[in-house]
């Protein structure tokens, strides 16, 4: 047989043939191998076959060519060429001859490459694609370029993509935009051979659906001649994360407001303080409520749970979207806000009072709060400890120091009341009860002090003590004031259509409604509806109400006491003795009443230093044109002792108890005495 038709049989070989010498160099190849393989014969020429063999077929390949040239016999062995468009599993058979003297091998090989494929499908078509397309997790083929060779079912149950949206198209186009360079990233790394497997976390594009998180594993294939790229096995990790969102939102955040909390404020304020940016001011504001406490031991958690959810919702509607508010724990919210959302901090501050100003309405029905606000503005080269306590020392400046709330006593009793106080308010159950106020010389009646009582249904009548605090604890003193001063007006009506005159009448307020905007204009009302004339009418305000408000930076009382003043209204200090005011501090307020305290009046018979006090005081007042009234009269030699000391008016059991409106006609005995009366 000569070259040429060796030349041509070899041509004619179904199979793919090569001819290599002993050392493996190749020089020659049928065009079935060139076809087959993708290299031309110039390309297979000269090179050594061991290049082509797959690294882990090399070993094998080479004891089986020694066999051949050994022993003369070849065994058709399986290894894994590589093609041009990459590795095909191949079965080898050589057969030596000689040619010009020199030992050649003449290797044939059969592609099996397709032919597994079809055994795979042969023999378990069904149950393999019963298997792909059911299985929950998502297989995909990749070829190593990338491109989408095969896709299991779910991706269309996970995506709402059908094949044709995916197969031939690179894997790249399957996730969102966002995740397709630390895919690609991937791919590169498995091809770059440094590693076999590679998991990722991507989210898959989904067809008018919701995009998908999944983990992808990707198994480098290539070289598996079956597979001939990258196996993709996903699985949808929606569950997890969410429940990873949800840990990392509940490390963050206070679980009952959902607010993020104090860890996550830190992290905040560091933030903006180590931000580079610095043409942003920030503010911090610290905010503590008033009147949490009382209502939470009132209610129960389950109620002050109810009232911190609604703050934090009222404060979080109070600021922008990109300030931050925060729960720094138990009654205390901590916003660290830009500046230019706010113009300056007193606006933030005014924005947060008034949010919190309106009553909640809470399932056991509504209560009132007050916060005290603290603004600073923070100073990138503080810290955030710094900071926070500065805020903190604002807020602190911003409370005065409120009446101990007396929650520890008859809780049970106390809720009760609590819970029926809004009804109670409408009902009408609060009355008016009157205490005349007396000349210290005559014994004539000269005024009278509106006194609260709750008539309750149940228990009957109740004085201020068994509810006061419960209702300023609520936030609703206001309403009741409102309630009295509307009786008020009403009695005083009645009480001029039946004697023709009135007299002067006062009534007690707290801080908080003096300084309420709405009080000048409800005073008026009541002065108008009662025919009262403005110097006839005193509003009392006790001593430790007038000093803790007083003392506090940016307290109203001052122009809500001289707002009153200049209406002509008398102003009262009641409960004087109790507040250990200095009396210089009180001269620059437009008092012109001092009602001196019982606690004080009741031993002033015995006690010489009292009597010093009295004393000194009732001569101040003298030169100031004030009036000074005992208060707590209830034996009768208290009434020298006080009238020599220079107290002018009294009250007292003595003289008379507090009594409702029906009793004080038959007290004004003559028309005559109550017209004198008015006119002192
Ligand atoms: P207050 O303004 O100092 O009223 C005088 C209190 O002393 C009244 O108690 C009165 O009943 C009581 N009192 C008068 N004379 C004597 C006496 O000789 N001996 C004794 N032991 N007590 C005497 P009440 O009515 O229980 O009021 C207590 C406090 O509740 C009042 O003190 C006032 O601060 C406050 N209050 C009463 N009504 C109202 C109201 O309508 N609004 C506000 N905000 N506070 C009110
Ligand atoms: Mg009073
Ligand atoms: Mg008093």
């Given at each position: 047989?000569?070259?040429?038709?060796?030349?041509?049989?070899?041509?004619?070989?179904?199979?793919?043939?090569?001819?290599?010498?002993?050392?493996g160099?190749?020089?020659?190849?049928?065009?079935?191998?060139?076809?087959?393989?993708?290299?031309?014969?110039?390309?297979?020429?000269?090179?050594?076959?061991?290049?082509?063999?797959?690294?882990?077929?090399?070993?094998?390949?080479?004891?089986?060519?020694?066999?051949?040239?050994?022993?003369?016999?070849?065994?058709?062995?399986?290894?894994?060429?590589?093609?041009?468009?990459g590795?095909?599993?191949?079965?080898?058979?050589?057969?030596?001859?000689?040619e010009?003297?020199?030992?050649?091998?003449?290797?044939?090989?059969?592609?099996?490459?397709?032919?597994?494929?079809?055994?795979?499908?042969?023999?378990?078509t069904?149950?393999?694609?019963?298997l792909?397309?059911?299985?929950?997790?998502?297989?995909?083929?990749?070829?190593?370029?990338?491109?989408?060779?095969?896709?299991?079912?779910?991706?269309?149950?996970?995506?709402?993509?059908?094949?044709?949206q995916?197969?031939?198209?690179?894997?790249?186009?399957?996730?969102?935009?966002?995740?397709?360079?630390?895919?690609?990233?991937?791919?590169?790394?498995?091809?770059?051979?440094?590693?076999?497997q590679?998991?990722?976390?991507?989210?898959?594009?989904?067809?008018?659906?919701?995009?998908?998180?999944?983990?992808?594993?990707?198994?480098?294939?290539?070289?598996?001649?079956?597979v001939?790229g990258?196996?993709?096995?996903?699985?949808?990790?929606?569950?997890?994360?969410r429940?990873?969102?949800?840990?990392?939102?509940?490390?963050?955040?206070?679980?009952?407001?959902?607010?993020?909390?104090?860890?996550?404020?830190?992290?905040?304020?560091?933030?903006?303080?180590?931000?580079?940016?610095?043409?942003?001011?920030?503010?911090?504001?610290?905010?503590?409520?008033?009147?949490?406490?009382?209502?939470?031991?009132?209610?129960?958690?389950?109620?002050?749970?109810?009232?911190?959810?609604?703050?934090?919702?009222?404060?979080?509607?109070?600021?922008?979207?990109?300030?931050?508010?925060?729960?720094?724990?138990g009654?205390?919210?901590?916003?660290?806000?830009?500046?230019?959302?706010?113009?300056?901090?007193?606006?933030?501050?005014?924005?947060?009072?008034?949010?919190?100003?309106?009553h909640?309405?809470?399932?056991?029905?509504?209560?009132?709060?007050?916060?005290?606000?603290?603004?600073?503005?923070?100073?990138p080269?503080?810290?955030?400890?710094?900071?926070?306590?500065?805020?903190?020392?604002?807020?602190?400046?911003?409370?005065?120091?409120?009446?101990?709330?007396?929650?520890?006593?008859?809780?049970?009793?106390?809720?009760?009341?609590?819970?029926?106080?809004?009804t109670?308010?409408?009902?009408?159950?609060?009355?008016?009860?009157?205490?005349?106020?007396?000349?210290?010389?005559?014994?004539?009646?000269?005024?009278?002090?509106?006194?609260?009582?709750?008539?309750?249904p149940?228990r009957?009548?109740?004085?201020?003590?068994?509810?006061?605090?419960?209702?300023?604890?609520?936030?609703?003193?206001?309403r009741?004031?409102?309630?009295?001063?509307?009786?008020?007006?009403?009695?005083?009506?009645?009480l001029?259509?039946?004697?023709?005159?009135?007299?002067?009448?006062?009534?007690?307020?707290?801080?908080a409604?003096?300084?309420?905007?709405?009080?000048?204009?409800?005073?008026?009302?009541?002065?108008?509806?009662?025919?009262i004339?403005?110097?006839?009418?005193?509003?009392?305000?006790?001593?430790?109400?007038?000093?803790?408000?007083?003392?506090?930076?940016?307290?109203?009382?001052?122009?809500?006491?001289?707002?009153?003043?200049?209406?002509?209204?008398?102003?009262?200090?009641?409960?004087?003795?109790?507040?250990?005011?200095?009396?210089?501090?009180?001269?620059?307020?437009?008092?012109?009443?001092?009602?001196?305290?019982?606690?004080?009046?009741?031993?002033?018979?015995?006690?010489?230093?009292?009597?010093?006090?009295?004393?000194?005081?009732?001569?101040m007042?003298?030169?100031?044109?004030?009036?000074?009234?005992a208060?707590?009269?209830?034996?009768?030699?208290?009434?020298?002792?006080?009238?020599?000391?220079?107290?002018?008016?009294?009250?007292?059991?003595?003289?008379?108890?507090?009594?409702?409106?029906?009793?004080?006609?038959?007290?004004?005995r003559?028309?005559?005495?109550?017209?004198?009366?008015?006119?002192?």
């Amino acid at each position: 047989m000569d070259n040429d038709t060796l030349g041509s049989l070899f041509d004619l070989l179904p199979d793919a043939a090569v001819v290599i010498d002993s050392l493996g160099v190749l020089h020659a190849a049928n065009a079935t191998a060139s076809e087959l393989y993708g290299w031309t014969l110039e390309e297979w020429k000269g090179r050594n076959l061991l290049e082509l063999i797959h690294p882990d077929d090399i070993e094998w390949a080479a004891a089986s060519l020694g066999t051949v040239v050994d022993k003369d016999v070849g065994t058709a062995i399986e290894l894994r060429l590589r093609a041009r468009d990459g590795w095909r599993l191949v079965e080898v058979l050589g057969t030596p001859f000689e040619e010009h003297g020199e030992q050649r091998i003449l290797l044939s090989a059969r592609d099996l490459t397709g032919r597994r494929g079809w055994e795979v499908a042969g023999d378990d078509t069904e149950l393999f694609r019963a298997l792909m397309q059911n299985s929950a997790s998502l297989t995909l083929l990749i070829d190593a370029a990338g491109i989408v060779t095969a896709a299991s079912g779910a991706l269309i149950r996970m995506t709402g993509r059908g094949p044709e949206q995916v197969l031939n198209r690179p894997l790249t186009e399957a996730v969102i935009p966002g995740d397709r360079d630390s895919l690609s990233d991937a791919l590169q790394t498995l091809r770059a051979g440094d590693q076999r497997q590679i998991t990722i976390e991507v989210v898959l594009n989904g067809a008018g659906r919701p995009a998908v998180p999944c983990q992808f594993s990707i198994v480098d294939l290539v070289d598996d001649p079956t597979v001939g790229g990258f196996v993709v096995s996903g699985h949808d990790i929606s569950e997890l994360r969410r429940a990873r969102i949800e840990l990392e939102h509940l490390a963050g955040h206070d679980a009952l407001t959902a607010l993020p909390n104090r860890a996550r404020l830190v992290e905040e304020l560091d933030r903006r303080l180590n931000s580079s940016d610095r043409r942003t001011t920030t503010l911090v504001a610290f905010i503590d409520l008033d009147r949490f406490k009382p209502v939470n031991d009132l209610y129960g958690h389950d109620i002050g749970d109810e009232l911190l959810v609604s703050v934090a919702l009222r404060l979080r509607n109070a600021v922008r979207g990109d300030d931050l508010v925060a729960r720094f724990g138990g009654d205390e919210f901590v916003i660290v806000a830009d500046m230019k959302n706010h113009d300056a901090p007193d606006v933030l501050a005014q924005r947060l009072h008034a949010a919190l100003t309106p009553h909640f309405e809470l399932s056991i029905g509504d209560v009132h709060l007050s916060a005290s606000v603290g603004v600073v503005i923070c100073d990138p080269s503080r810290d955030v400890e710094t900071v926070l306590a500065e805020a903190d020392a604002a807020m602190y400046a911003q409370k005065y120091n409120r009446r101990p709330s007396v929650q520890d006593r008859a809780v049970g009793a106390r809720r009760e009341l609590a819970e029926r106080l809004t009804t109670a308010l409408e009902a009408g159950e609060f009355v008016v009860h009157y205490q005349p106020i007396v000349a210290l010389d005559s014994g004539a009646w000269v005024g009278l002090e509106a006194l609260a009582r709750w008539q309750h249904p149940e228990r009957g009548l109740l004085r201020p003590d068994q509810f006061l605090d419960i209702i300023e604890n609520t936030g609703q003193i206001g309403r009741l004031d409102t309630v009295v001063l509307a009786i008020v007006a009403h009695d005083m009506q009645c009480l001029r259509q039946a004697t023709g005159a009135t007299p002067g009448v006062a009534v007690n307020a707290t801080a908080a409604e003096i300084t309420h905007p709405d009080y000048p204009s409800l005073v008026a009302e009541t002065l108008r509806e009662g025919g009262i004339e403005a110097d006839r009418f005193t509003v009392e305000l006790s001593e430790r109400e007038m000093l803790e408000r007083t003392n506090r930076h940016g307290s109203t009382i001052p122009t809500s006491l001289a707002a009153l003043a200049d209406a002509g209204i008398h102003i009262a200090v009641d409960d004087f003795g109790t507040g250990y005011s200095s009396l210089t501090h009180l001269v620059t307020l437009p008092i012109d009443t001092i009602k001196i305290d019982r606690s004080f009046v009741a031993g002033v018979v015995h006690d010489p230093q009292r009597r010093s006090v009295i004393a000194a005081l009732a001569g101040m007042a003298k030169n100031t044109n004030m009036t000074v009234i005992a208060e707590g009269i209830e034996q009768a030699q208290q009434i020298p002792v006080v009238r020599n000391l220079g107290c002018n008016l009294a009250q007292g059991f003595h003289f008379a108890r507090p009594m409702p409106y029906d009793a004080i006609e038959i007290g004004y005995r003559t028309e005559a005495e109550l017209r004198e009366a008015i006119t002192l």
